[in-house]
């Protein structure tokens, strides 16, 4: 009998509800599917999720799906919200990067069915999963579930802080913004994400995101909230971002071409997923 390959997907978001809520959807999702998953949570918060679930009845109902942890170097006690966000941004990066390289170390030496995933699903500003998989030969998709206009904007943070209409303080919010290029004149001030109103142009977080929003052009497929009606000129515009040229490369702008329809979009992401375990 012929042995087919099951697709293994890990998922690693950025530790904040917001951001873990709708990845474990599509983790579901795809575990739904016959996928194997791999779900990374942070240390902090599994402990929280174990305390909060009953885990037994979870992989009952999934059985091809596993959570795992890795430190966000925080003591248990830290806030890790509001003021204190930057703390968690800065030490994701600098301590849960290596650890997420042992752990896909760890998966690669394990005999068991969860071995090194076939591709890996990032949060778009946990980028540092992209420099860990190009070791191991992985593709991986970024994930954000904010829109294309929105994404783009990111993009040209570092052109906003040029042209010095990044930061600015709490007044004139109605001034246009010119010089974000399919966008002129049709953004203003307060259209802007909130970091760009922090005091000075190398403040870490502001800092962080556009490095972040760089970084995620190397990855090889993105997903996206969008509609081809809405947004399909920003989503063209978008792709002359892609630096990668393998069978994921334009996941972005093919999900999108059959109406926008979420059961469609998951079907070709399924499709995309099961061809490289080919």
Same mark, same amino acid.
């Given at each position: 009998?012929?042995?087919?390959?099951?697709?293994?997907?890990?998922?690693?978001?950025?530790?904040?509800?917001?951001?873990?809520?709708?990845?474990?959807?599509?983790?579901?999702?795809?575990?739904?599917?016959?996928?194997?998953?791999?779900?990374?949570?942070?240390?902090?918060?599994?402990?929280?999720?174990?305390?909060?679930?009953?885990?037994?009845?979870?992989?009952?109902?999934?059985?091809?799906?596993?959570?795992?942890?890795?430190?966000?170097?925080?003591?248990?006690?830290?806030?890790?919200?509001?003021?204190?966000?930057?703390?968690?941004?800065?030490?994701?990066?600098?301590?849960?990067?290596?650890?997420?390289?042992?752990?896909?170390?760890?998966?690669?030496?394990?005999?068991?069915?969860? $071995?090194?995933?076939?591709?890996?699903?990032?949060?778009?500003?946990?980028?540092?999963?992209?420099?860990?998989?190009?070791?191991?030969?992985?593709?991986?998709?970024?994930?954000?579930?904010?829109?294309?206009? =929105?994404?783009?904007?990111?993009?040209?943070?570092?052109?906003?802080?040029?042209?010095?209409?990044?930061?600015?303080?709490?007044?004139?919010?109605?001034?246009?913004?010119? =010089?974000?290029?399919?966008?002129?004149?049709?953004?203003?001030?307060?259209?802007?994400?909130?970091? =760009?109103?922090?005091?000075?142009?190398?403040?870490?977080?502001? $800092?962080?995101?556009?490095?972040?929003?760089?970084?995620?052009?190397?990855?090889?497929?993105?997903?996206?909230?969008?509609?081809?009606?809405?947004?399909?000129?920003?989503?063209?515009?978008?792709? $002359?971002?892609?630096?990668?040229?393998?069978?994921? #490369?334009?996941?972005? =702008?093919?999900?999108?071409?059959?109406?926008?329809?979420?059961?469609?979009?998951?079907?070709?992401?399924?499709?995309?997923?099961? #061809?490289? #375990? #080919?």
């Amino acid at each position: 009998m012929e042995h087919t390959h099951v697709p293994h997907v890990l998922f690693l978001p950025f530790p904040a509800q917001g951001h873990i809520k709708p990845m474990l959807n599509l983790a579901e999702l795809l575990s739904h599917e016959g996928f194997q998953v791999t779900f990374i949570n942070s240390d902090h918060n599994h402990d929280r999720l174990l305390h909060n679930i009953d885990i037994s009845s979870f992989y009952n109902r999934f059985p091809k799906f596993q959570f795992r942890s890795i430190p966000d170097g925080l003591t248990p006690d830290h806030p890790r919200f509001g003021l204190y966000v930057i703390d968690l941004l800065c030490s994701t990066r600098a301590v849960s990067k290596p650890a997420f390289r042992e752990l896909l170390i760890s998966l690669k030496e394990e005999k068991g069915p969860f $071995q090194l995933p076939t591709c890996i699903i990032a949060d778009g500003i946990m980028c540092f999963a992209i420099d860990v998989a190009e070791e191991f030969e992985i593709p991986t998709i970024t994930f954000r579930t904010f829109s294309a206009y =929105c994404l783009w904007t990111y993009f040209h943070l570092s052109k906003l802080i040029e042209e010095g209409e990044v930061p600015f303080p709490d007044e004139n919010l109605e001034k246009p913004i010119s =010089c974000i290029p399919g966008l002129e004149n049709v953004l203003r001030r307060r259209d802007l994400p909130g970091i =760009c109103r922090f005091e000075t142009a190398d403040d870490p977080v502001l $800092q962080f995101f556009v490095k972040e929003t760089s970084a995620f052009t190397r990855a090889s497929g993105l997903i996206l909230n969008t509609f081809n009606e809405i947004e399909a000129p920003m989503i063209t515009r978008l792709d $002359q971002f892609r630096a990668s040229s393998d069978k994921l #490369s334009r996941l972005a =702008c093919d999900s999108i071409k059959e109406g926008g329809s979420s059961c469609i979009n998951l079907e070709k992401l399924i499709q995309d997923i099961k #061809s490289l #375990s #080919s």
